[in-house]
């Protein structure tokens, strides 16, 4: 929906009052939001769009997305994204999305094969496959970009592909094992003549323990008692809270909640859980119900401002 850019920035700039950004922050997504504003009145434009949004972002940074932009220009795209998901959603958006990657050529074509095979076969997590499918993008693009196929793996492939990724020692050991099995899955199905998987050398990383962290239930309370609920965001968190309190959901299930899981007429709430993949349902208390409610209420007075 088109709206003037005046209105928009102003809508944003209580947005962040309401989200307690800091002064400086604030100074400069104004800043930022106000240079696009000039940039507007240059093409003689005053209606909002996402269309000119992006097309600003392209002009200005080079990319709308992460993928392909400078560190520099990283909080001005965010900035600007702010407008195009608050004119779209009435919220902005949790993050700015990367460019979509996608596997190419021959060795990518066995890396799509092999997440087949742990989805259909070995009937691993989406969440686990997801993980794998990262760090196999990355190496794809390494191989193709150099006209590297998987027998022209050596040790020393290996060393520049983890020099051009700037991975932590944590990722790097999730990257070695996700290599290690793809390359030997390779093998023992006669995709390579040699099994490349020995080229993936041992690391030192150690996972340390990590100290449980749990809340007592009058910690809960100060918790639900201390959200704002006077603004969108305010009821969208206390909502938030609540699903995590009450039912006890994982974030990967709070991020995918969608109203279409709730049967109003029987008080439920059905959905697949993301981690296991099972359908499972809740009863829905009068709490929830009544915050969603109260945080749909104010989302349809946001859109009505907009008109």
């Not at 104004?30 to 240059?42: D, P, V």
């Not at 809340?215 to 100060?222: A, M, T």
């Not at 709070?254 to 499972?280: A, C, L, R």
């Amino acid at each position: 929906m088109d709206i003037e850019i005046n209105q928009l920035i102003n809508l944003c700039e209580q947005e962040l009052s309401s989200r307690e950004y800091t002064f400086n922050r604030h100074r400069v997504i104004s800043t930022i939001w106000g240079k696009f504003k000039k940039w507007m009145e240059s093409r003689n434009e005053n209606k909002f769009s996402e269309k000119l949004g992006l097309e600003y972002c392209d002009k200005t940074f080079g990319a709308h997305d992460l993928k392909n932009i400078n560190r520099k220009n990283q909080l001005k795209l965010r900035a600007i994204r702010m407008l195009i998901s608050y004119n779209k959603d009435g919220d902005f958006e949790f993050r700015t999305p990367f460019l979509i990657r996608r596997f190419i050529g021959d060795t990518g074509k066995c890396m799509e094969d092999y997440l087949e095979y742990l989805q259909d076969v070995i009937c691993l997590a989406k969440v686990t496959i997801d993980n794998k499918r990262f760090y196999l993008l990355s190496f794809n693009a390494y191989l193709e970009n150099f006209h590297l196929s998987l027998s022209s793996i050596t040790l020393d492939v290996i060393s520049s592909f983890y020099n051009s990724q700037n991975y932590s020692l944590a990722s790097k050991h999730n990257c070695n094992s996700t290599l290690r099995l793809f390359l030997k899955y390779a093998y023992d199905n006669s995709l390579t003549d040699k099994d490349y998987s020995i080229f993936i050398l041992p690391d030192n990383y150690k996972k340390h323990c990590k100290i449980p962290t749990t809340y007592e239930e009058p910690e809960i309370k100060r918790i639900i008692k201390a959200i704002n609920r006077g603004s969108a965001t305010g009821k969208r968190d206390y909502l938030i809270i609540l699903l995590a309190s009450v039912y006890g959901w994982r974030s990967s299930d709070i991020v995918g909640f969608s109203f279409d899981h709730i049967n109003w007429d029987q008080n439920t709430i059905s959905f697949s859980q993301n981690k296991t993949g099972n359908e499972i349902t809740y009863p829905l208390l009068s709490s929830i119900g009544n915050s969603i409610v109260d945080y749909l209420k104010i989302v349809d007075r946001i859109q009505v401002l907009k008109k």
